[in-house]
Each structure stands twice: as C-alpha cells, then as structure tokens.
C-alpha cells in the first residue's frame, strides 16, 4: 500500500490579477488551483500535522458537547440547548474547509472544480453566518436570564429557541444563495490560480474578468444587515448586561461575569476576522492577511468554542464526569 507523504510540488503562482489580455484571450475556467497558506513546500507538512490536529479537537470537543448536551437531563435548558446548535454547526463549518486543505497538502493536484468551488463557498456561508447569527441569539439569552430573570423561562423556552435557530438557518441560506447566484453571474478566464485554501468570497473576485461592483455592494449593504446588524446587537445588549450586573453584589456578580465571558471570547474571535477581511474593498484585499483572519474564523474559533464554554462551566464538567462514571464512553 502506498503510503502518504506530505507533497512538495507546489502550483506554479500567478504573475499577477486578470489583465484585459488574459480576459480577452483566455479560455473559460472549468477548475480552480487553491494554492494554500504556502507556496513553500517544506512548510507543507507543519500545516497538515497542525490542521489535522486542530481538526481532531474541533471535531472531539463539539461532538462531546452534542453528547453530553443530549444524554444528560440537567442541561435540557435554553442555553444549553443554543450550545447545542452552535455545535452542530461548528462541525459542519470546519469541515467544509479543512479536509480539502488536508488533502491538497498530501496530493501533487491543487485542484478544485469550478462547480464543487461554488459548493464550498455556498456551504461555507451558510454554516458561517448560521454560526455568526447563533451567537447573536445567545447574547440575547444571556440578556434575558440576567436582566429580566423572572421571565426567563416564558420568553426563551424551547419553542421559541426552536423557532431563533430554524431562522437563523434560513436567513444564512438565502443569504448563501444571493452571494453564490452574484457569483456565478461573472466571467472567468485565464488565470485560474486561487490565492487562498479555500473558495472565498475576495479571491474569487479577484479573479473575476467581471465588474465587480454588485458584488461588493451587495457585501457591504446586504452583509451589513446581516453581519454587522447582529455585531451591533451583541454590543447594546452586553452593555445594558453591563450596567445590570454592576448592581449586583460582589459574588452574584462575578458568576454573571464568569458566564457572559466565554460568550464574548468566541464574539471577538469570530467578528474581529470577519470584520477585517469582508468589508475592505476588493482593490485593498490581501492574500496573505485574508489567510490568517481566515483560519482565526474557520478553524480557530470552531476549534475553540466547546473547550471555552466547557472549561469555564461547572454543569458541563459535571455532566462529562457523571457520564464517565457511568461509562457510557467506555462501552
């Protein structure tokens, strides 16, 4: 059997953006060539053996979270039940991007095809703003639990936590599908090399023999609404969280601190990337800092998120121990 070693041919890079003479004379792109974090190949096994073992812990943390979430009762609540989507959707967000990755280090063939590239931006959306649209929603659960407590069972309860979720998904797909539809309505011809390690939004249309101009009006007037409306949320409600808890007494308020500061780890870590790659103009974009904000929002963040909430609750370490006690891991 043949056995896996890390690939040290790289893509030739490209000499520069689509010029008139490349639109004009080249042939219509089928497929795309990712070419990676790095075009230098002894690099190229540090990147799989870190990415796969950032990959491993996304996938091992938010799946023991969708278990300990389900299996035990005591966590049957709406905040818990919000960690639990926002688990689902961190396992579907991180593999839309990384095992490709993976799999382009370990091949000589950097190739995507142009339709499978247009998949994998459309799901990349999707779970993207799903996972941005969610943490929203559980600002707004920590808001109802500390500053109008009394409520709290009748205005989150599972319905309506059901229906917050059911439209994040839906807001988040036709947002997909405004984006994907605007792309695919542009032109591509001659250069096909892709400066990114997956199919983003600015490299694409960087590569555009089109006029992009409706695309990045729709970015900046559509994704306001839809990314900085929510970011905008997150900051009003925590600064009214804010001013609530600096009247409680000194203990009740150090437990509302210790639970809103998880929350506000994965907000700054998710919208300070987003924000600094998605709303600069297409003419200021850079590869290179689009790569690192890029793995901050799609690998990191993901990563990270169940460690965070986990680390710092007592009711989950709670619940993993009654489980490991009981042995459902170990039958």
Known sequence: MARATCSTASPQLPTGLPGPMDCENGTGIDEFVLLGLSSQPEKQCLFFFIFLLMYGAGLLGNIMMLILITLDARLQTPMYFLLRSLSVVDV???????????????????????????????????????????VSVMALDRYVAICNPLHYTTVMNQKVCGHLVAGCWIVSTLHSMLHAGLLLRLSYHGDNHLAHYFCDHQPLLQLSCSDPSINEAAIFFEGVVVILGPFVFIILTYARIVATVMKFSSSMRHKAFSTCASHLTIVV???????????????????????????????????????????????????????????????
């Not at 619940?319 to 459902?328: D, P, Q, S």
């Open 269 to 331: 870590l998710f919208y300070g990337a987003i924000i600094g790659v998605y709303f600069l103009p297409t003419s200021s974009y850079s590869s290179e800092r689009g790569s690192v904000f890029a793995v901050m929002y799609t690998v990191i963040a993901p990563m990270s998120s169940p460690y965070i909430y986990s680390l710092r609750n007592k009711d989950v370490k709670r619940a993993l121990r009654h489980l490991l006690e009981k042995g459902v891991f170990s039958r």
């Open 92 to 134: 579907g967000f991180i593999s839309v991007t990384v095992p490709q990755m993976l799999a382009h280090i370990l091949s000589s063939s950097k190739t995507i095809p142009f339709y499978s590239c247009m998949a994998q931006f459309f799901f990349f959306y999707v779970f993207g703003v799903t996972d941005l649209l969610l």
